[in-house]
């Protein structure tokens, strides 16, 4: 049954983030292997999107350790339970939540021992910045765990960068590069019992910045940002981008496309025409986001629900009016329209 429900909520996911996505693109995911423990771990910036763009297109069927807070909505831990998803605890969770923690660590460690995939953010914190942050210790209490309770297995960590052209925007595109796996095993002293953090962090650290656009924490930041989105960076590519970086020449202004206003015009049709779906979250739903960073992924789910919700009730309420050919007409069409919208606005 939960193999059913779990393929049931991947087949749904993945079809609304087509519906949602302008372009996804996986890069490299062939470098996930599928024959033994696998931890991936990925820059984190767009909130849950990032756990379920994977979870959506992954090979294989990978656990994720998730923020304990989003277990709180009922609908909410309904899905994320369906998608493999474990609550991890944090400081701001609450100090008597952590303890928590090692019983989420141990299931990990089981997980592992059973060639298993895992997926959590090493950053332990989300933010919309174009910067990979310093990595914190969750995932190397994670392997150490897990090479004290099997030290003869080999846990393979898999870079991975989720890259978005613009994260709070809708439409956007969006693009998961997976880099070269490592070992970790070399990391781990029988001796001592003990994981060498420093060197295994820092070559972490150092993998993720490759396949994701990393600007340094000593560039400016909000120069370099500004100028390679007036340049009309793919973001999408992290490796072109990030070698622009390296060189240190600040990009010229590409000149701007000219529109003619018919992308706002644009814009205005698709919410007059879906605007019993639109209308809520402008005015409702929109104004509950509780950071920037859930934007998105607080639209995506409404969309994923309020969508075809809709589009059955149009549905009913047409074929009060028309013959049936004719109502299924006019909502297929409207849908579309709508998938139109997203691939081409």
Not at 298 to 322: D, H, I, K, Q, S
Request: glycine share 4%.
């Amino acid at each position: 049954m939960r193999t059913i429900l779990y393929l049931a909520f991947k087949r749904f996911i993945r079809t609304g983030f087509h519906c949602y996505y302008k372009e996804i693109r996986m890069t490299h995911m062939e470098r996930v292997p599928l024959d033994r423990p696998v931890m991936l771990l990925p820059n984190h910036q767009n909130a849950l999107m990032d756990p379920l763009l994977y979870a959506a297109f992954a090979r294989g069927k990978p656990y994720f350790l998730t923020r304990s807070d989003v277990f709180e909505n009922k609908m909410l831990k309904w899905i994320f339970q369906g998608m493999r998803m474990m609550p991890v605890y944090r400081l701001r969770d609450g100090r008597e939540t952590l303890s928590k923690n090692q019983a989420v660590f141990e299931r990990c460690a089981l997980l592992f021992s059973q060639g298993e995939q895992l997926l959590l953010f090493p950053e332990a914190n989300h933010n919309l910045k174009r910067q990979v942050r310093p990595l914190s210790k969750g995932f190397t209490r994670i392997l150490s765990q897990s090479y004290e309770n099997n030290p003869d297995q080999e846990i393979t960590i898999v870079p991975v960068g989720m890259n978005y052209q613009n994260a709070a925007h809708f439409p956007d595109r969006v693009a998961l590069y997976f880099g070269a796996p490592f070992p970790t095993r070399r990391y781990w002293s029988e001796d001592t019992q003990e994981l060498d953090f420093g060197p295994l962090r820092d070559q972490t650290y150092q993998a993720i910045t490759e396949v994701t656009t990393h600007i340094p924490t000593n560039a400016d930041y909000e120069l370099w940002e500004q100028r390679l989105e007036e340049n009309h960076t793919d973001f999408l590519d992290p490796v072109p981008v990030n070698a622009l970086i390296a060189k240190g020449e600040l990009p010229n202004p590409g000149p701007f496309p000219s529109t003619l206003g018919l992308g706002k015009l644009w814009d205005v049709l698709f919410r007059v025409i879906n605007a019993p779906a639109w209308l809520p979250w402008r005015y409702s739903v929109s104004k509950k986001v509780p950071e920037p960073e859930f934007a998105s992924t607080f639209r995506f789910l409404y969309c994923l629900l309020a969508f075809p919700v809709f589009y059955l009730l149009l549905t009913g309420l047409l074929l009060f009016f028309l013959p049936p050919g004719a109502a299924l007409s006019i909502v297929v069409l409207l849908f579309l329209h709508n998938l139109a919208y997203v691939k081409f606005r």
